[in-house]
């Protein structure tokens, strides 16, 4: 019987696909950079920081030098503020708040998910909130997955992941995970919805 529904962030809890974009593009905005030219240079640095290996602080100095311009460090936490987030798919969370736990699992940066957990309160709908950053491992191998679990003291069998990427479903579907795959560009929350009171029906009558 499911007992835990997990999110991913970027994508199904935000409306942007990826958070670099958002980081990137009101960097580029704010400074007169331009996105493009702003992402190239992010791009370097970016598997280090979903793997906690850097921080923002660490490579400001490189990416400022790179970019040929002095960025105010106050910028970046500006940039993950203006992240847009999901409001129809964090008001199903709510819904599903009580009947089931909730937790997020998300390849992302520490800084930028310590500022929006604080933002929008995300600690009081999801426990666990499972950053690669943290653990020092993303989806792409499962390790992020077995850190979820741990944690909650599951078995796979008992938990369902959303999240917008087919390739991290398939991850977790291969560890006995239910899975429902969330199109960012539709941004279907009925459509979502509806998966999730299949799944979960399904799952109770079993």
């Known amino acids: 019987m499911i007992s835990t529904v997990f999110f991913d962030f970027d994508g199904v809890l935000t409306t942007d696909k990826y958070g670099s974009d958002t980081t990137n593009r009101y960097l580029g905005n704010?400074?007169?950079?331009?996105?493009?030219?702003?992402?190239r240079v992010m791009e370097c640095y970016n598997g280090e920081l979903l793997l906690g290996r850097l921080s923002h602080r660490d490579i400001w100095p490189n990416l400022c030098r790179e970019l040929e311009a002095d960025i105010d460090f106050a910028?970046?936490?500006?940039?993950?503020?203006?992240?847009?987030m999901n409001e129809g798919v964090l008001a199903l969370a709510w819904r599903l708040?009580?009947?089931?736990?909730?937790?997020?699992i998300t390849d992302n940066k520490q800084d930028r998910m310590d500022?929006?957990?604080?933002?929008?309160?995300?600690?009081?709908?999801f426990d666990p909130i499972v950053v690669s950053a943290a653990i020092g491992a993303d989806k792409s191998d499962g390790e992020i997955?077995?850190?979820?679990?741990?944690?909650?003291?599951?078995?796979?069998?008992q938990c369902l992941f959303i999240d917008?990427?087919?390739?991290?479903?398939?991850?977790?579907?291969?560890?006995?995970?239910?899975?429902i795959f969330h199109d960012d560009e539709i941004n279907?929350?009925?459509?979502?919805?509806?998966?999730?009171?299949?799944?979960?029906?399904?799952?109770?009558?079993?």
């Open 75 to 84: 910028l970046l936490d500006e940039a993950f503020r203006s992240t847009p």
């Open 145 to 157: 997955f077995r850190h979820a679990l741990a944690l909650c003291g599951l078995r796979a069998e």
């Open 30 to 39: 704010a400074t007169g950079l331009g996105f493009e030219r702003v992402d």
């Open 164 to 179: 917008n990427s087919r390739r991290n479903l398939e991850t977790a579907g291969r560890m006995g995970m239910a899975t």
């Open 97 to 104: 708040r009580g009947s089931f736990r909730l937790g997020i």
């Open 115 to 125: 500022c929006l957990r604080a933002l929008h309160g995300l600690d009081g709908l």
């Open 188 to 206: 279907d929350v009925e459509r979502l919805s509806l998966a999730l009171r299949q799944s979960l029906d399904a799952a109770f009558t079993a």
